[in-house]
């Protein structure tokens, strides 16, 4: 079943900070969050594992609730290269296997 | 420099013909995927292989098929019994637990 992210789209005025958030009603082993701009790929952004278990880089950060099965990715300082729809996906193992993802949340920077 | 190359940038298909997607990739990964992007959705798996001569079917697989014969290449072969083939067509690798992605195909019914 597919994860719900929220909210579906928001307009930040750059140096302010966004959550965006990620919910599954499946019992979850680890959870994926990617950033993907208009007509490109997705790139990846981290991983978060039961367990606290965090992989990722850049400064955006994130936590996972394994209890409420949910977890939400922090923008903060939004630069305008922010911008995208981020996608969260969400898999019963730690691996890329058969990740289900989210709509996804369509984050606009401005000026 | 390593990646994922997909090809073509476009593609168009008449109905009843069947097209390739060709996915090659020089990152030594084990593992590919094939997801379809449709507009204000999410990625949806067709195909994945973890190992070069098997792979498995995703959630939405009908109408589709794969082949990886070799650890390089993992084509797609949107078949005319898929109804519905218009989408964006993104190929994936993994060596564990991040994608790593192509540039996709938009395909499109003429």
């Known amino acids: 079943q597919q994860p719900v992210q929220s909210p579906q789209a928001v307009i930040l005025r750059e140096g302010e900070d966004a959550v965006i958030n990620c919910s599954s009603s499946?019992?979850?082993?680890?959870v994926h969050w990617y950033r993907q701009k208009h007509g490109e790929a997705p790139v990846f952004l981290m991983i978060?594992?039961?367990?606290?278990e965090q992989k990722g880089h850049d400064k955006i950060s994130a936590s996972f609730n394994e209890k409420k099965q949910q977890s939400s990715l922090y923008l903060t300082a939004s630069q305008l290269s922010y911008s995208g729809t981020y996608f969260c996906?969400?898999?019963?193992?730690?691996?890329?296997?058969?990740?289900?993802f989210g709509t996804g949340t369509r984050l606009q920077v401005t000026l | 420099d390593g990646g994922i190359t997909q090809s073509p940038k476009y593609l168009f298909r008449k109905e009843g013909q069947n097209v390739t997607l060709s996915c090659e990739q020089n990152?030594?990964?084990?593992?590919m995927y094939w997801y379809r992007q449709d507009p204000g959705q999410g990625l949806r798996l067709i195909y994945y292989s973890q190992i070069v001569n098997d792979f498995q079917k995703g959630d939405i697989a009908e109408g589709y098929s794969v082949s990886r014969e070799k650890k390089e290449s993992f084509p797609l072969t949107v078949t005319s019994a898929q109804k519905n083939p218009t989408a964006f067509y993104l190929c994936?690798?993994?060596?564990?637990?991040?994608?790593?992605f192509g540039s996709g195909t938009q395909l499109s019914v003429l």
């Open positions: 994936a690798s993994s060596i564990g637990w991040g994608l790593f």
């Open positions: 990152l030594n990964h084990d593992a």
């Open positions: 996906g969400t898999s019963n193992t730690g691996t890329a296997s058969k990740l289900t």
């Open positions: 978060l594992l039961k367990g606290g």
């Open positions: 499946k019992a979850l082993y680890s």
